[in-house]
């Protein structure tokens, strides 16, 4: 009985880290609007080119380049896009 439990925990701590290593990281992006500026932006979410390499955008809008800043600045956001 406890060979079986111990196979069941290790097969489920195996695939607990498969899992782990499939799961998107999420990047957080923070934008100033829908301008010309972000159009790479919208290209790469469009084409799934985030996905493709293993990440999730999490794009936010706020109004005005220093609320982009003080996200940045404060670790509240990955990347600002401003123009």
Do not use: C
Not at 39 to 51: D, N, Q, R, T, V
Request: net charge positive.
């Amino acid at each position: 009985m406890k060979r079986l439990l111990l196979s069941a925990l290790t097969i489920w701590a195996g695939v607990l880290i498969t899992f782990q290593a499939w799961a998107l990281q999420t990047v957080r992006i923070v934008n100033i609007g829908h301008g010309y500026y972000a159009g790479p932006l919208y290209i790469a979410i469009h084409e799934k080119l985030f996905e493709k390499h293993g990440l999730q955008a999490d794009v936010s809008f706020v109004q005005g380049g220093a609320l982009v800043f003080q996200a940045v600045f404060a670790r509240e956001a990955d990347f600002g896009l401003v123009s």
